[in-house]
């Protein structure tokens, strides 16, 4: 199947500071990327969808300007956590789209990235 | 996207097959039945999908029922690496293409 590369898979760093993960489609393009948070023994939720070339849209109650997205190309699209804090500390996943046409379409995800703000 | 429900645990035998349950009674027409499965610290893994006929891939059978308000994912023989949290999804292709997980099936195979 589709491979979807994300990095790092676990960081951890002092409150305040910034973390930024990466997500990559490997062996095809995505035009559009989804980033999910996921806290322990609970289950994903989508926290905004990446459009290649264009402004993210967030789901509601999550801050844009805290969790930056951008995704410059159809390959790549990037969170930054910014100012981390302790209540960040979460699995954070990312998935794009292969496939078009409605039989054919799946969704791949990466394989996560464990962040753990001290 | 339709709701779904699903058993919060199941187990089963090693070697022996895991049907597990999907109820998706409010779906409509054009919603497809996804399923994927998430093993321990990984990211969700896709397993099969189908829209009203029977689907099988090297991982496992889809059995949508004729009315399409449930369905069965079978894993023929289970293995160990099998146990994982399985969440059944319904969404129909022009949603804007995201997933919204429920809670899922947390399935133990055990030897």
């Known amino acids: 199947g589709a491979v979807v590369s994300q990095h790092p898979s676990r960081v951890i760093c002092k409150s305040g500071t910034s973390v930024k993960i990466e997500c990559r489609s490997l062996?095809?393009?995505?035009?559009?990327m989804f980033w999910y948070r996921q806290f322990p023994k609970q289950s994903l939720m989508l926290m905004a969808t990446?459009?290649?070339?264009?402004?993210?849209?967030?789901e509601q109650g999550v801050e844009k300007d805290k969790f930056l997205i951008n995704h410059a190309s159809l390959t790549l699209s990037t969170l930054t956590v910014t100012s981390a804090h302790p209540e960040d500390s979460s699995f954070y996943i990312c998935?794009?789209?292969?496939?078009?046409?409605?039989?054919?379409?799946?969704?791949?995800f990466g394989s996560g990235t464990q962040l753990s703000v001290l | 996207d339709a709701k779904t429900t699903q058993p919060p645990s199941m187990d089963c035998a090693e070697g022996r097959a895991a049907n597990l349950p999907c109820n998706h009674s409010?779906?409509?027409?054009?919603?497809?039945v996804y399923w994927y499965r998430q093993i321990h610290s990984q990211g969700p893994q896709y397993i099969i999908h189908?829209?009203?006929n029977n689907e099988t891939n090297e991982m496992a059978s889809l059995i949508i029922t004729e009315d399409r308000k449930s369905s069965t994912l079978i894993l023929p023989h289970a293995t160990l690496r099998d146990t994982a949290v399985y969440y059944c999804?319904?969404?129909?292709?022009?949603?804007?293409?995201?997933?919204?997980f429920g809670g899922g099936t947390r399935l133990m195979v055990k030897p």
């Open positions: 998935s794009a789209r292969v496939g078009s046409g409605r039989v054919r379409e799946k969704l791949f």
């Open positions: 062996d095809f393009q995505a035009t559009t």
């Open positions: 990446s459009n290649e070339g264009s402004k993210a849209t967030y």
């Open positions: 409010t779906i409509s027409g054009n919603e497809y």
């Open positions: 189908g829209l009203k």
């Open positions: 999804i319904v969404r129909a292709n022009n949603a804007g293409n995201m997933l919204t």
